[in-house]
């Protein structure tokens, strides 16, 4: 399960404020803030805005910090001087796509705790600890099942507030926010899908992952593809899982993970649905 891959597009705020938020060329800079009294979007959550310009300024100085640690550093500083501030979320969001750029999910995870305790319905962060608490938690886990059923509810609750919680600068054309929301239902429905694959729960995890794949079709994340293909496989729908793993092998590069576990699968049921039946089918590892 990789719905982080998702996030490496920009949809939202380019040039719309001092601040930059997303460049997936040169990394990322902190979302962007409003400046103190510029005037709200007229629907959604309204971005967070500086009290004053000292606050404002410090946030800039802040958000060009380049290195993951330096920034969650920089985040924590501007939040101890300026512990009211509106802006301490945005900081703490970069610093979450910061750390899960750099595949460290443990942190990522620890920063989205930070926004959600700011904001605990913000979808962004929803989504991203709960992808840490699916990914991070092993069978072995003596409290496998409560970070299992949290990672549940956090994407489930992710799926409401993308609706009404989303914070959008104003200007932002609506196909690119209608495309963001997009994005983020179907991270948060491919952590479902793999939470539910995993209690071998294969009604739900197909229909997660078809949701998934549905909610955002210009990116589909591959590992959700294949996933939702050896779901079928375990269903005995083998024609369909064949046309879903030819898709999966479409996204993936040969001598990859997950282009391996894509090519191993559709040699698999290109026998099954042509010839004797060999060994049953294994989920790709996250």
Known sequence: MK???????VVLTTGISPAQTYDTNKGQAAP??????????????????????PEFDAYNVAAKTADAAAFEKAADDFATKFPDSELRILLYKTAMRNYQNTNALDKMGEMGRKVLTLDPDDPEALVDVAQMLAER?????LD????????????QRALETVETDLSVPAGTPQDRIDAYKGLLRSS??????ALTYNR????????????????????????????LGIVQDKQGKYTDALATVEKAVVLTQ??????????RERERLKQLTGGPSIAPATPPKN
């Open 144 to 155: 496998k099942d409560q970070k299992q059923e949290e990672s549940m509810k956090l994407a």
């Open 3 to 9: 719905p982080a891959n998702l996030f490496l597009v």
């Open 188 to 193: 948060a429905y491919s952590v479902l899908g």
């Open 32 to 53: 962007a803030a409003q400046q103190p009294g510029a005037a709200a979007p007229p629907a959604g959550k309204r971005p967070p805005q500086a009290k004053t310009q």
């Open 200 to 227: 071998n729960d294969l009604t739900h995890a197909a229909d997660y992952l078809q949701k998934s794949v549905d909610a955002y079709p210009q990116q589909p994340d591959p590992v959700t593809v294949l996933r």
């Open 254 to 263: 040969e001598n990859t993970p997950a282009g391996n576990a894509a090519r």
């Open 137 to 141: 938690t092993r069978d072995t886990d």
